[in-house]
């Protein structure tokens, strides 16, 4: 589905360029927020499930440093089968989202050059490639966004620019971030455990873990979802030559 047709241009105006010929067509990105939406939803259900398996490693490991012959071997390989099914779980749902995530951003991304194209300071394939440069993928991507959120926003009917709050941004991308630290330290954790004491912590980390996960699970559908329907807004609006 697309917002315009090859060569339509908005209307010029003070501060806005008026659609080039060489400039990508919008496309309308509410089917890939939809599916975001869906997915984003399973993700963060996903994690909040790991935070109970957590939770109950944890308090298995408390009665099992205080009292050990009252813990159960099939509650520890219970404990086990649990954290080893969802963790299989939580890598499909973040392997599903992430490509589709890609995908909507790159596409609101292309969108934003219509909108603004002397908006951005990189060109839209870092709207895939910013992702998998290493320590990079920690600023780039959030420094992208942004840039989409701005050229998204109507501006104003004198033509002037409006501002519009970027928390959602970077809301999601601070929560985002964090919670991919915790989930590295997680992973390194359970590598080392090997007594009740290790077991715990890695256990009670996981849990604080996947309450992080959940929580940017949440932010991004926000986020999502408001940046679409600032594009879809000003693509129908006043200005959008549609």
């Known amino acids: 589905m697309s917002f315009g047709t090859p060569g339509s241009a908005p209307s010029p105006m003070p ?88 995908i909507w951003f790159h596409r609101v991304r292309t969108n934003g050059q219509v909108f603004r194209p002397d908006g951005f300071s990189q060109s839209s394939g870092w709207a895939i490639g910013s992702w998998f440069v290493p320590v990079g993928n920690l600023y780039l991507p959030y420094r992208i ?19 519009v709050s970027t928390a959602p941004v970077t809301a999601w991308w601070l929560v985002w971030t964090a919670s991919t630290l915790c989930d590295t330290i997680v992973e390194q954790l359970y590598k080392r455990v090997d007594t009740p004491e290790g077991l715990a912590v890695a256990s009670g980390f996981s849990a604080f873990a996947g309450l992080c996960t959940a929580a940017a699970a949440v932010l991004a559908i926000l986020f999502v979802r408001k940046l679409t329907a600032l594009q879809h807004a000003r693509a129908m609006g006043p200005y959008a030559g549609v």
């Open 145 to 163: 966004a942004k840039q989409i959120w701005r050229a998204a926003v109507q501006p104003a009917p004198d033509g002037s620019s409006r501002r």
């Open 15 to 102: 501060g806005y360029q008026p659609q080039l010929p060489n400039l990508p067509v919008l496309r309308s990105p509410l089917g890939l927020a939809t599916a975001l939406t869906v997915l984003l939803s399973i993700a963060g259900l996903v994690n909040l499930l790991s935070v109970g398996v957590g939770a109950y490693t944890w308090s298995l490991t408390q009665v099992l440093t205080g009292d050990p012959v009252t813990v159960r071997d099939d509650a520890l390989r219970q404990s086990d089968v649990l954290t080893g099914v969802l963790a299989s779980f939580q890598t499909l749902s973040l392997l599903a989202t992430g490509v589709v995530f890609i």
